[in-house]
């Protein structure tokens, strides 16, 4: 997949060598993360909320109630900015200086467009059922027409994007390596339990192999 | 505790029965989650980046390097808002519209202030160090003057503020209650696997419990 051009707006400023721009890289941060952070500015003032997001294609899907502040917002045309982060591990160092994370981000920026025609408000609903469980759209109750009305759907081109990555053991001074300090890494991961069922849910109904097997994607 | 004054900036305007203006719910989630995202505003532009966080009494600390232009930015007075969030599960209804999530989260409005003095910053990466890993501040190498001088700290007070948080199973349209879809939660939390040694570690340190025995608060 092609590179995104590296401009003022999406170059990785601090630690460079973090910096990639590849599409490969972008869209696997993008599909493994649930949620995103998206944010915008109203009379000068920075917001900043966390909502769902799924991907289409080359553009980040965000959806919500119609009335949503945030949507109408962004759906007037007004430039905003979305970060996706995974974690991936707490990195302890010998020196309270060189401690770190292992972590995974995407920061996106742009204008999103109001979707509008109901098929493509369909098939984005589809992509958000199946950004958080693959499987469970042709499982679910569909959108009645009442339902998509009151779902707005805003596209987001992924177009100024930028990953930034940091993996592996702490770098510490070299005079420090000989300290009798623990150094490493400590994983995280965000991990799924046991389905707890809805207490109205019929106990025939068995819980899927997408609820019971849950995994994000590359984790 | 008290609760935060509830005004149009923090005011929960979707969804205002997840609102929570009260300290100690505000304060568990800022506590408990390891990053943040941080939201700025640039030429009318917004920006959103992660970064690590940590709370010292009703104050947000935010830190990096002294050159970042995120923290020289809000160290001048720039308005920011800050997202902090937790998932805590995913939510399958019998119908696509009522899927949903449970999460905690908290959104912060406010100007940052530049921590100066060498006594308050070392306070301050104090904090750092211990919300990342309780314990680990005695155990690691501690700040030089030279590290101390190229780290900034903002620290943000947490005054414009406010919770969200939704809980329990899904919510269906009554008629959807009889359907044969499975519906539930399925619990996600971020977890810890086994710490990996820095190949360089001497293989006689051992592993501190903090490390071993990791769990974020309240998880």
């Known amino acids: 997949?092609?590179?995104?051009?590296?401009?003022?707006t999406n170059k990785v400023r601090r630690m460079p060598k973090r910096g990639h721009y590849d599409r490969a890289t972008v869209y696997g941060i993008i599909d493994e993360a649930l949620v995103c952070h998206v944010a915008f500015v109203i009379d000068g003032m920075p917001t900043v909320i966390p909502t769902l997001h799924a991907r289409r294609d080359d553009e980040l899907l965000l959806h919500g109630a119609r009335t949503s502040r945030m949507l109408q917002h962004v759906a007037a045309g007004n430039p905003m900015s979305v970060a996706i982060t995974l974690l991936d591990g707490i990195v302890l160092a010998r020196s309270v200086f060189h401690h770190s994370m292992n972590y995974r981000s995407v920061v996106l920026h742009g204008t999103g467009r109001l979707v509008e025609s109901t098929e493509e408000k369909v098939a984005a609903l589809e992509a958000f059922a199946e950004h958080v469980a693959r499987g469970r759209w042709v499982d679910a109750r569909q959108p009645s027409r009442k339902e998509l009305k009151a779902t707005s759907v805003i596209a987001l081109p992924i177009e100024v994007a930028a990953a930034k990555?940091?993996?592996?053991?702490?770098?510490?001074?070299?005079?420090?390596?000989?300290?009798?300090?623990?150094?490493?890494?400590?994983?995280?991961?965000?991990?799924?339990?046991?389905?707890?069922?809805?207490?109205?849910?019929?106990?025939?109904?068995?819980?899927p192999a997408y609820v019971r097997k849950y995994r994000r994607l590359g984790s």
């Open 1 to 8: 997949m092609s590179n995104f051009p590296i401009t003022n």
């Open 165 to 207: 990555v940091r993996t592996g053991p702490p770098l510490d001074e070299d005079e420090d390596y000989a300290l009798p300090i623990w150094a490493g890494v400590l994983p995280l991961s965000l991990r799924a339990g046991n389905a707890i069922p809805d207490p109205r849910l019929d106990s025939d109904i068995t819980v």
